[in-house]
């Protein structure tokens, strides 16, 4: 019944009918219910323009901010239909001038894809973003590329001319911003089109070209500016375009599909002409065998002219991936037509873009035959320099990205690196599902040993992320991505520093392989992390270096942390910390005074003061007096008292004696190293640490003992 109503109310809306829309409200239907997708009678008012049942509605306590289930406001489609006072009343009402819908149709946008100028000029007065992009707010939709449109896209695109002008000349739209699909305006005006529009928007295209729109950008099937143009047969665009000196006139679509071949399937004879004029190959594609379909014996005599064969026919390919992630697309670029950028091929479209970024993107793409990442970046970009100088420094690296070579074309600057399986954020992501083992320590001494390296090549990272961190198909670590690295200037430059508390984050991300994303990172290791005792002892070192150790040998030195040490290096330095004579030999505990390692590790903090409480009653007693049989069999024995050098003592032991243990005993412990290391998890990071800070560290791996670990 009140579906019904809310139908009848909507309905006298839209036949403008005031009395019967008064009657039903007075009459107490709902002035702000919903009918088929959530349009509100207000909706309803501003669609058809009903300014007087717009005010009534609003007087009788009409909902203005309302959202149809697409989430368009009222306001928003007082912008579809141009009119300024719906679109006046509703910003006193409260509305935003940017607000959206769910897939980013603001109020502005809206005007211009309906061309309505004289909202768009009131709109930009009231301090509406003419450069704002459609920012969709489905995730499904934005894998798939959509959103991102700006108002000039929409206007270009529906062939309003007019309002491209007043947009560009009169708002300062800016003609290059690319949407989500990497398309500029240009490209939305070159789209397909209904034939009344055709001429607004071959104007559009021609206007945005004078303009200085890129003429390299593509459209969702790779097709660049030039094949469009053919396939829309307006010569006065090819030739524009060609004018511009930008495009190479036998660049190819994702189906490669050149310009030339657009012509002669539009059976277009003059542009044909052109572009052969231009320089484009006849020798890609059949194009003769194109012509003879459409018996055009005209195009088969101008491509004739320009050395076009007939039967052409593409060799088979012979070519085996070295990547698994990348394989198939790999094999499809391998197969495409291509102009070489000096050695380098590459599709710069999204189907080949391994990451977006604010300079250009990163591309698959094949160097010198080579399979590489290719990084783009404007030839004027800092960061280009800055990423260009690093990598060709650090050629002979072993830890950070190999770069393979460079090459520039038309201000943008390709720089070829060995091409990586994925960074450390998707492998984590994919770690279980794709068996990927690689132990936490490991990859985190990797980065150490990167970073290291970078630093002894006299460059500071200053960007250690996740996402910088990669693995390529052998499972190899590497580092990557220095175009924000800034060179060391001496051992106290502080950019060294800023590295090392950078890598205290990474590694907590690591230890907790990815499960929180980096940017969100508690404060401290959880508990329930692997190591987390030596991960944070490691993690305060960085974050504090040791003001005894020049600043440039820190990593050197980290490298050799407990965190890094195997469970066997672990027990093994506990053993021989175990059999030092000052600890295996006396009552330890009354002899601090007398002895610096005693003193240091038996301190006020000692973490370990119930340990006998912890130990299985049967391995104590089996360690109490192992020679003496009276002692062994009193109860209250104080061979071993609660203090961390007895406990060192008894593991010392232990190691000795185990083999001459009962089976009861054997059962109980099983393995010494497991047994001792599980039942006192931070006895490994607190003798490191106190031992540590007296400069007591013979036991320790180092570098010039690191077969030991």
């Given at each position: ?93 409260g509305s935003a001038i940017n607000e959206c819908d769910l897939n980013g ?97 071959e104007a559009a295209a021609l206007f945005l070209l004078k303009h200085g ?157 080579e399979e590489v990442a290719v990084k783009i970046f404007p030839t004027t ?329």
């Amino acid at each position: 019944m009140a579906a019904d109503k809310a139908l009848q109310l909507n309905n006298a809306v839209r036949r403008g009918s005031i009395k019967t829309v008064r009657q039903l409200i007075e009459e107490g239907n709902d002035i702000n219910s919903k009918v088929n997708d959530g349009w509100t009678a207000l909706h309803s008012a501003v669609q058809m323009n009903e300014e007087a049942i717009a005010h009534l509605l609003l007087d009788r306590g009409a909902d203005p901010l309302a959202r149809k289930d697409n989430g368009a406001t009222p306001f928003i489609l007082a912008g579809i239909t141009g009119n300024v006072e719906l679109l006046k009343l509703f910003l006193q009402k409260g509305s935003a001038i940017n607000e959206c819908d769910l897939n980013g149709f603001t109020a502005f946008i809206e005007a211009a894809g309906y061309g309505r100028e004289e909202a768009l000029r009131f709109l930009y007065e009231c301090g509406a973003d003419v450069n704002l992009p459609r920012n969709v707010a489905d995730e499904d939709k934005r894998a798939l590329n959509k959103g991102g449109e700006t108002a000039l896209m929409d206007a270009a695109r529906y062939g309003h001319c007019s309002v491209v002008k007043v947009l560009v000349e009169e708002l300062g739209a800016d003609v290059n911003i690319c949407d989500n699909w990497e398309r500029n305006a240009l490209v939305h005006a070159l789209s397909v089109t209904k034939k009344d529009q055709a001429q607004g928007k071959e104007a559009a295209a021609l206007f945005l070209l004078k303009h200085g729109a890129d003429v390299n950008k593509r459209d969702e099937d790779g097709k660049t500016t030039l094949i469009l143009a053919a396939e829309r047969e307006s010569l006065d665009l090819v030739k524009a375009i060609l004018e511009k000196e930008e495009v190479d006139v036998n660049d190819a679509d994702r189906n490669n599909k050149t310009a030339l071949m657009a012509a002669v399937e539009m059976e277009n004879y003059e542009i044909a002409k052109t572009l052969c004029e231009k320089g484009a190959r006849t020798d890609i594609g059949n194009l003769i065998d194109m012509a003879s379909l459409n018996y055009n014996n005209r195009m088969i005599r101008l491509l004739r002219q320009y050395g076009a064969l007939s039967c052409l026919r593409q060799p088979e390919i012979q070519w085996t991936s070295a990547s698994r992630h990348w394989q198939s697309k790999l094999r499809d670029l391998y197969g495409k037509y291509r102009p070489m950028i000096g050695k380098l091929k590459i599709f710069m479209f999204p189907d080949f873009r391994i990451q977006t970024s604010s300079h250009g993107g990163v591309y698959l793409g094949f160097y010198n035959g080579e399979e590489v990442a290719v990084k783009i970046f404007p030839t004027t970009a800092e960061n280009a320099k800055r990423e260009k100088t690093c990598l060709e420094k650090c050629r002979t690296s072993k830890h950070l990205v190999k770069f393979c070579g460079w090459e520039e074309q038309n201000s943008s600057l390709y720089l070829c690196l060995s091409l990586c399986e994925k960074n450390l954020e998707e492998y984590f992501r994919t770690a279980e599902t794709e068996n990927g083992t690689m132990r936490s320590n490991v990859i985190i001494e990797t980065i150490f040993q990167a970073v290291k390296e970078l630093h002894s090549f006299g460059f500071g990272h200053q960007d250690l992320h996740p996402s910088n961190v990669l693995i390529d198909v052998t499972g190899k670590v590497f580092l990557a991505d220095f175009d924000k690295s800034r060179k060391i200037d001496d051992e106290k430059d502080l950019t060294i520093t800023e590295d090392l508390q950078a890598l205290g984050s990474l590694a907590l991300y690591v230890a907790m392989r990815g499960r929180i994303p980096f940017e969100t990172l508690p404060a401290q290791c959880p508990k329930d992390v692997n190591d987390h005792f030596e991960i944070e002892d490691l993690r305060a070192r960085l974050e504090s270096p040791d003001e005894n150790i020049p600043v440039t040998e820190q990593l050197g030195q980290l490298i050799y942390h407990p965190y890094f040490w195997s469970k066997k290096v672990r027990y093994r330095v506990l053993r021989d910390v175990g059999n030092e004579s000052d600890i295996k030999t006396r009552n330890t505990r009354h002899h601090n005074s007398t002895s610096e390692i005693l003193k240091a590790l038996n301190s006020e903090e000692d973490p370990f003061k119930d340990w006998t409480e912890k130990i299985d009653k049967d391995v104590l007693d089996c360690m109490v007096g192992p020679f003496n049989e009276k002692k062994k069999n009193k109860k209250n024995n104080k061979d071993y008292e609660n203090c961390v050098t007895d406990l060192l003592k008894l593991i010392r032991n232990m190691g000795e004696h185990f083999s001459e243990k009962d089976e009861k005993v054997k059962e109980i412990i099983k393995e010494p190293e497991d047994y001792f290391l599980n039942l006192f998890p931070n006895l490994t990071t607190y003798v490191y640490r106190t031992l540590h800070n007296i400069q007591y560290d013979k036991h320790f791996p180092n570098a010039q003992n690191s077969s030991q670990l």
